[in-house]
């Protein structure tokens, strides 16, 4: 959250700076030579806003790492978690014990997929003499995206210590979001000759570049399966309900993650007037790994729940790029 509002802070500001050579006439910046002549570098002055839509990609790792307890109904003939023993027998001691199993073993049911919109802005500048190239530096941001699954965790979990070795279970299940800024610096090679860009036809373009991602998760995790709430330690995370299950309600949970990551893109530009520039472009960002951590109710206390490592946006959007 310090990250978001040192950014929203610092953009207007930078903003009202790159307003100034445009209203100061600083145009086509070169050498004066002679009388009513003009020697042109190439190198401009770049300000570009643009925006489109962003798809997310990621493969979900289950962090959890909780000890739960199955108990054995003889006369159904089926396993319980000890939150349903206790809610039927009280203290569980009319149920023969199946079993502890860790949870982290169980996978998660699906990878992160998701589709959201995009918005950036980019300030920067073409080498003088070299005005193919061009070096800018950004910001995206990517909006709220979702991320829900229930159960969470399905498969065979490993049982020890008890009468059952192996048991096909579900685990939990979460509704979340998902949203990220990118700070970027990038370079660009446009594919033209010369030193003046070509109007009205299209000019491709790639890029690539090193970045710093700001992206926060929201958790909500609940325990439709009742395995969860019989965790003592899990109980500090949630409120414990007052019904015979004794289910906890658990908190909802925000967590900030920074990363370094790194920017892939191509697209082309259309040239309108020599200052301006229609842009229509694809970027892939990658992002090593994000994590969901449950909080308790102050923030003071966390517990990795799940990560998406491996995290890839890809973002296409349109443009207007201008060259001062």
């Known amino acids: 959250m310090v990250m978001r509002k040192r950014i929203h802070t610092i953009l207007p500001i930078l903003f009202c700076a790159m307003t100034l050579p445009a209203m100061a006439n600083w145009q086509y910046d070169g050498v ?33 790492g909780a000890l739960s307890a199955y108990y054995y109904v003889d006369d159904a003939g089926a396993i319980i978690p000890e939150t349903v023993c206790r ?24 990878d992160f997929e998701s589709f959201s919109f995009a918005a950036g802005a980019s300030i920067g500048w073409t080498l003088p003499g070299r005005p ?19 159960p969470l965790f399905d498969g065979e979990l490993q049982l020890y210590g008890g009468s059952v070795s192996a048991i096909e279970t579900p685990s939990g299940a979460v509704q979340s979001t998902v949203e990220t800024d990118v700070i970027s610096a990038m370079a ?32 909500n995790l609940t325990d439709p399966y009742g395995d969860l709430s019989a965790d003592l330690d899990l109980r500090n995370f949630g409120t414990v309900g007052d019904d015979v299950y004794e289910v906890v309600s658990f908190y909802k949970s925000e967590y900030s993650n920074s990363n370094i990551a790194g920017l892939l893109a191509a697209g082309f530009s259309y040239g309108l007037t020599e200052t301006m520039f229609i842009d229509f472009g694809a ?6 790994k994000i994590k969901w951590v449950l909080t308790n109710e102050d923030g003071s206390r966390h517990r990795d729940w799940i990560s998406a ?10 443009g207007l790029r201008f060259e001062f």
């Open 309 to 318: 490592e491996n995290l890839i946006y890809l973002n296409v959007m349109l």
């Open 132 to 150: 193919q190239w061009r070096f800018e530096g950004g910001w995206d941001h990517i909006m709220k995206s979702d991320y829900n699954a229930s």
């Open 87 to 110: 809610a039927n027998g009280g203290d569980c001691s009319g149920y023969e014990l199946a079993g502890y199993g860790d949870i982290s073993t169980l996978k998660p049911t699906k």
């Open 32 to 64: 004066y030579v002679g009388d009513g002549w003009y020697e042109d570098d190439g190198s401009r002055f770049i300000l570009s806003f643009r925006g489109g839509a962003a798809a997310g990609f990621g493969t979900i790792k289950n962090d959890v």
């Open 188 to 219: 660009f090679y446009d594919f033209f000759d010369g030193l003046q860009k070509p109007l009205r036809t299209a000019i491709p373009y790639v890029g690539f570049g090193i970045g710093y991602a700001d992206t926060t998760t929201v958790l």
């Open 283 to 288: 970027r892939m960002t990658y992002i090593p």
